[in-house]
């Protein structure tokens, strides 16, 4: 929390401070041109008020220089003419000069305006400081003069005396802007603690469901109804932790089912060789073998099985290679192979000239597995057939048996479920036909399903795209 919210708070911090610089430097941009412009009318207002009175003292020299003394006395800043020849000015500075407008120029001690006065001399006022700045546009000294002349100006302040505005305005100096910055800052960490307090309070509570459900408690959940981010992390949690509660209730089933069928033939395999070592006579123990071999077999077709559907799970993630599949041959192949399986029964085969891209065994498995179980449960004949629909091939394997009740349509297809263990008892298998045809299909893009059959019994119908 404290990394999270120093993080918020300086990266807030850091952008106000940026706009708080930028804005104080187009401010104090914008603020030097308008003083700038307001000095320049005000030395323009002095130096007129300063040129007439200089010019009724006339050109006498004696009278002009008593004139400026007296002009002096009453004047914050000097007040003074020197011969243009001796002023040194850029070009710019002498053009706006001969074009009547005042120049200032920056120096150590102040301001100083030069204003042309005629064609021999320049008026000089200052340095200028910003507390001798009059608020009178009629200059400095130019108060009401003898028999009763109209006032020019204002009398201002003695020399050092500040305006009475000076001191008014406390955000002109350094420490009020610090202070009202430092005040800012103070005002967004409290919001930014009091906006990431709930979040962290949250996150916290999410970090404890998923404590809890690593430690094995599958049913903690975080049940966050919140439309934000926290609340679409909370339910991607929660369907996270549904598909693992889910896939492990699988696995405890798989395992609890697959304990089973080890423990029946193994069961069978006690007895038998009892009996084979209670047996009288040689025929009776090579009897009792040929049972213990019959067991073992199913054993192995077992672990076989299992291994293929374990197999086809890790395979989920990275495809095998695919190839083009001549899904006549395949079908032909596997006809000819439920024909030996049960001679008794009639399997009509109608498949055009088709090709898909599939893996070529697991095609095979998957038809195979399909046409087994079928066999298990007809009565007289099963029907595969192939079906092209777009951009999908339908594979139909029918028999004329039983048929799957609605209700065991979707549970058919799990993990060592038999609907007749009768049959499979007589024609062999182990639960996981069905549930590798799932898988196959899955990995393929492909889905199988069960309906009714046209022949009386269960339709399996195998799709994959082409």
Known sequence: MRRQFLRVYLGIAL????A?????????????????????????????????????AGKDPERRTAMLERINENSPFAVHLIPRDELDLQEEASERLAAGSPVLINTDEGRIAYVDFDDDEILVLGPLQRDQLSPSPRGPGLHRGPRGQQPWGTKPPRPGEPFPWAGKFPFQGAYFLIGVLLFILVVIGAAVYLLLRPFERRIYALADVARDFGDGKWNSRARVERDDAIGALARTFDDMADRIETF?????????AVSHEFRTPLARLFFMVDDAQDAPTVEEKNRHIGRIEGSLQELNDLVEELLTFV???GQTEEKPAFETVDLGATVDDVAAVISDLRSDLSVNVECGDLSIPAVPRLLRRTVLNLATNAARHARERIQISCQSAGDTVHIHVDDDGPGVPREAREKIFEPFIRLDESRTAELGGVGLGLAIVQR??????????????PLGGARFTLSLPT
């Open 20 to 56: 708080a610089l930028t804005m104080l430097f187009i401010v104090d941009r914008e603020v030097r041109k308008v003083v700038d412009q307001r000095l320049e009318e005000m030395v323009t207002s002095w130096a007129r008020g300063i040129r007439f009175r200089l010019i009724r």
């Open 311 to 313: 197999r086809l799970d």
């Open 248 to 256: 492990i209730e699988r696995q405890k089933e798989l395992l609890r």
């Open 440 to 453: 196959i299909a899955a990995l393929h893009d492909g889905r199988v399903h069960v309906d009714e059959s």
């Open 15 to 18: 952008v106000l401070l940026t």
